[in-house]
């Protein structure tokens, strides 16, 4: 099992998962990874369950030594993941020994978060059905609070044949488009009649700036005022779901994120596609973004796409892990294979690409 | 501005790909609220959908699902079927007592109630502790309760200039609303009073003391039974007082 001693603790490096679902009646927040495509790939490669915890990292990663051995893989924007001051980069699993040293050596680009998976999960005490860690509330990951220099990272149990994977790559066609540049798409609804006509074409027509009051709560924009009917920006207070599209009276869209609260009274407009969701949190303020109206369908529709990609990444696993040690990468062909005491006929084709 | 309230045919809005909202009203309506539970209970107990939570509002129930293995149609479709509120049977709640300290350092704005009202701080602690509230919902922080029926002749305006710290435990009032915060935070409500139970237990089976639909009696303590009890609470000895309402 591994074991990381965290050196620096970056910029905002915290454990994160699926989230704290469940107790939203009870008015915690469901917290978890802010780009949940990403968490899930990464786990999905190192034959982690889909509820393991990783460290998700902002924009300047943690420096971190590694004590017990193990295999990682970072994942989401490429924040310059390297290993001993070799880069490795993203979406490519790496097998870490003892005395090696972790680190990031800053942005590659778009993108400011990522998820440093470990194979087993990294281990934390479950809160309310979840390692997440919720800061305001000081509940799960490390003490319910971000990493600092001195915390000792632990993973759980890896799933088997972990040292085979140092060097899988998870090819590009492999990881959903973050549509980086398209619009944002909205599904309408919720409080949309609150809205006028000419407030909705604004919305959709518009350009807004990603402000540095954006965190993990929500990401507020600023850019021209959506108007609402007389009704006004105030309603009893409602359910936040993910992504919702807040607009208050000042009329600048807030979108709610990870950490949002369960409850809260101003008009939504509707809510980000999945996918949206994934791309609205690797941009950093001062990028601009645009909206186009989305059905419910469409959300749906990537839902199941995500889960699609997550479901080959785990086989593209399979496929690397099943070669053998010494195996650079995938062959073609049919061959006899001994795992663990069982011998397997197996036909292979050969899907990864350099 | 016309009140909407629509028990009997909910409205269901989109919320995303994976939550709808049953919403029963626009204005916070007991009946509503009722309705609001009496859904919460039948899609809880239902085994055609996989439901992943339902969060009740004042009026509104988000019930959110996993849209990989069901559409939202089929989901308004379940919720439709449920048995309509009757008025009666949605009404049996759970029943919880909350000892608070009134005044002093507990409750340091107990004044300026008293000054808004008119009233002795006597007659403010009396006013407040009489009458049953009911838990619409929770929301805002973890285990925060939203109450509503409080003797509205102590409805205070919140403070000015918001407190930076509020001791978890804090009972205060805003405007026509009473509540207790469950954990430290900031907060411009005027404190009348203290609990010494904790609201919000992270790591208990039941994290949270109030849920949305009891009924919340107020109980005026003295500073050594506050002591008290505090002293129990801390080595988990102290069970609040919660029965079945009638």
């Known amino acids: ?354 | 501005m016309s009140v909407a309230i629509y028990i009997d045919d909910p409205k269901y809005l989109n919320a995303g790909e994976s939550c709808v909202v049953a919403e029963f009203a626009d204005e916070i309506d007991r009946g509503a609220n009722d309705a609001v539970m009496n859904l919460k209970k039948h899609l809880l107990n239902q085994k055609n959908i996989p439901i992943v939570e339902c969060l009740p509002t004042y009026r509104s129930l988000a019930i959110y699902f996993d849209s990989t293995a069901v559409s939202a149609q089929e989901v308004i479709a379940e919720a439709r079927s449920a048995p309509k509120a009757a008025g009666e049977e949605a009404g049996a709640h759970m029943s919880i007592s909350i000892p608070v300290c009134y005044g002093g350092e507990y409750g340091p704005d107990i004044a300026n109630v008293a000054r808004h009202a008119g009233i002795s701080e006597e007659e403010v602690i009396k006013r407040h502790s009489a009458r049953t509230c009911h838990c619409y919902m929770i929301g805002f922080l973890p285990g925060f309760a939203y109450l509503g029926g409080m003797d509205e002749t102590i409805a205070t305006p919140r403070l000015a200039n918001p407190r930076t710290v509020i001791k978890g435990g804090s009972v205060g009032i805003a405007g026509k609303q009473t509540g207790i915060y469950p954990i430290d935070s900031p907060g411009g409500w005027q404190l009348i009073g203290r609990t010494p139970l904790r609201l919000f237990t992270p790591e208990a089976a039941r994290p949270t003391l109030i849920e949305a639909g009891y009924e919340v009696r107020f109980l005026p303590v003295t500073e050594e039974e506050y002591k008290k009890i505090a002293a129990e609470t801390a080595v988990g000895g102290y069970e609040a007082l919660i029965t079945e309402a009638k």
């Open chain 1, 1 to 354: 099992m591994m074991e990381l001693v965290v050196k620096k603790p970056g910029m905002l490096t915290s454990v994160q998962d699926l989230g704290r679902w469940g107790y939203q009646s009870s008015g915690v927040p469901v917290a978890g990874a802010m780009d949940l495509p990403a968490l899930r790939l990464g786990n999905a490669m190192l034959g982690n369950p889909q509820e393991a915890a990783a460290l998700e990292v902002t924009l300047i990663g943690p420096e971190l030594e590694v004590i017990g051995c193990g295999a990682a893989v970072f994942t989401g924007a490429d924040l310059g993941f390297s290993v001993n001051e070799r880069t490795v980069g993203s979406w490519r699993a790496v097998v870490l020994t003892k005395g090696d040293v972790v680190s990031f050596s800053g942005s590659k680009g778009e993108g400011c978060r990522g998820y440093l998976c470990l194979a087993g999960g990294v281990e934390a005490p479950v809160v309310m059905g979840s390692r997440s860690t919720y800061m305001r509330a000081k509940i799960g990951g490390i003490e319910g609070r971000a990493l600092k220099a001195g915390d000792v990272i632990n993973s759980g149990e890896p799933a088997p044949l972990w040292r085979r994977l140092d060097g899988f790559r998870l090819p590009e066609e492999a990881i959903p488009a973050y549509t980086a540049g398209e619009p944002l798409a909205i599904m309408t609804g919720l409080q949309e009649e609150a809205f006028t006509d000419k407030g909705k074409q604004v919305l959709f027509e518009s350009e807004y700036i990603v402000t540095a009051q954006s965190d993990r709560m929500g990401c507020r924009l600023e850019g021209p005022k959506v108007e609402h009917t007389e009704r006004g920006a105030d309603i009893v207070s409602d359910a936040i779901p993910l992504g919702a599209v807040q607009i208050p009276g000042h009329g600048m869209p807030i979108i709610m994120l990870a950490d949002r609260q369960t409850t809260g009274g101003y008009t939504k407009i509707g809510v980000l596609t999945p996918l949206s969701i994934a791309s609205l949190v690797q941009k950093v303020p001062g990028t601009k973004v645009r909206f186009r109206a989305a059905s419910v369908e469409e959300g749906a529709l990537e839902q199941r796409r995500i889960a699609a990609a997550v479901n080959r990444a785990g086989e593209l696993r399979l496929s690397y892990v099943s070669c053998g040690p010494g195996a650079a990468r995938p062959l073609s062909g049919s061959f006899r294979l001994t795992l663990e005491g069982k011998t397997y006929d197996i036909s292979c084709e050969e899907i990864l690409k350099e």
